[in-house]
């Protein structure tokens, strides 16, 4: 069993890894742990060792608010999301933001660009000033990020995605159903070469593979695949329309894993006198509020971002308030809005 398992309490009580923890691994009194921690040039170089050994065992991170608040509640909530850019996690912030804000909470916000490393950063920052819940898009994988918010005893919310073993509570949709409802989608509708349009993020990863299964499963040639890395623009989106209709002509159905990558390849399609859809159908995801409104309007994959916003902040609320949470995992689901361009 890990260290930061043996310790591991209820988060509804004083579950948080302590200095007292730390210097207990590491065999020193916490106060000559706390100076290690503060003021490493003070101590020798082996007890350092002894005591940064015992932080990256346990995921303790030191509380750069104690002594100051009147009380236990911050009355903060951190959100750490990748972009706010013309992004699908939008609705989600404004609902979360305003449900926090109506119960007198405040919102705390961080921007990852989809950066691991960023990520870890903001997450060390967030804990450190002991917030009253922190909200996550998507699911923290194995690594010192997650082992940091287990070690906080902080109440946390993943959303945008699903896992049967959350770090404590999760609000989201499985995305490999989104891969495998969008392929049987176009083959229903009679396509017969399918192309994807993808960034590169896990989750759009979970969505493509899905696609591509259910594509050879229904007898279809292995869908042409166009990866945007991390830019994800219109520009892109155009770029990666362009290598399709070059390499793969054949192809009459093309998934995109956002709307601004669908807005890009209908621009590319335009410009190529490509007829949408009766040559080539294009589907989006996050139905971003301005593509209905666009002629043609986009198909897309819509998520309920305002019902994840709002119940991650009640979730988050109760938790902060000693209450306990009945059904931590939330599946919101999904939906497919048939417009012009499928």
Known sequence: MSDIESNKRSRRGSGAITLHDVARLAGVSPITASRAINK????????????????????????????????????????????????????????????????????????????????????????????????????????????????????????????????????GFSHSDIGLAVAKYFIEKGRKQLAVIRAGDERADRRTVAFIAAAIEAGLPKPFIVNVGSERSIRSGRQAMAEILSKAPKSDAVFCSSDLLALGALTESRAQKINVPNQIALMGFGDVPFVADMLPALSTVRINGGKIGEIAAQYLMDRAEGKTIADPIVNVGFSIIERDTA
């Open 40 to 171: 490493p040039e003070q101590v020798s170089p082996e007890l350092l060792k002894k005591v940064e050994d015992a932080v990256a065992r346990t995921g303790y991170v030191p509380n750069r608010m104690a002594g100051g608040l009147a009380s236990s509640r911050s009355k903060l909530i951190a959100a750490v999301v990748p972009s706010t850019v013309i992004s699908v996690f939008n609705e989600t912030i404004e609902a979360l933001n305003n449900t926090l804000f109506d119960a007198g909470y405040q919102l705390m916000l961080g921007q990852s660009a989809y950066s691991a490393d960023r990520e870890e950063l903001l997450l060390d920052s967030v804990i450190g000033r002991r917030p009253d819940g922190i909200f996550l898009t998507g699911v923290m994988q194995p690594g010192k990020g997650r082992t940091r918010l287990m070690a906080a005893g902080i109440p946390v919310v993943e959303t945008w995605d699903l896992t049967p073993t959350p770090i404590d509570m999760l609000i």
